[in-house]
């Protein structure tokens, strides 16, 4: 009975949040609700890390502290994105646990980390020029073709 009581919360849960939220990508549903192409691009990629695991690839997550590292010790390799990605919640943090308060963004909401960095990159870079070596992660085909099925 207990277990048929979580699931019937967890579900009200997710439709509430979907009512709620202007924008997002449902794990379980696999849809994307957004309202601009620069937020369809960002749900997008989230729908693509989720299907491929790319923001949890060890490779992604030593490119991003490469490319963090670089932005940080070199202000002229900076563009106008730089200071978020280099202050960027939740990413190095060894406690990335959601709930945990040990975890940079916790306090924040659960926002931060690498699943958002990686969508939160795409959404700055897609139709400029990614940062070198990041372009490598993204598959802006799929983007584009995706964009197209919302409308875009």
């Given at each position: 009975m207990n277990r048929k009581i979580l699931l019937i919360l967890i579900l009200f849960s997710f439709i509430l949040s979907s009512?709620?939220?202007?924008a997002n990508y449902n794990i379980f549903t696999k849809k994307i609700v957004c309202y601009t192409k620069e937020i369809c691009v960002h749900e997008i990629a989230h729908k693509y890390d989720d299907e491929h695991k790319i923001s949890s690839s060890q490779k992604y997550r030593d490119f991003i502290a490469t490319?963090?590292?670089i932005l940080y010790l070199c202000p002229e390799c900076r563009d106008q994105y730089s200071d978020i990605i280099v202050f960027f919640p939740g990413i190095g943090s060894e406690s990335l646990i959601e709930g945990d308060i040990t975890?940079?963004?916790f306090w924040t909401g659960g926002w931060g980390g690498y699943d958002e960095m990686y969508a939160e990159m795409a959404e700055y870079?897609?139709?400029n020029d990614f940062p070198y070596g990041a372009e490598d992660f993204y598959d802006l085909e799929y983007i584009s073709n995706e964009l197209k099925m919302l409308g875009y």
């Open positions: 009512c709620t939220q202007v490319y963090r590292a975890a940079i963004d870079y897609y139709g």
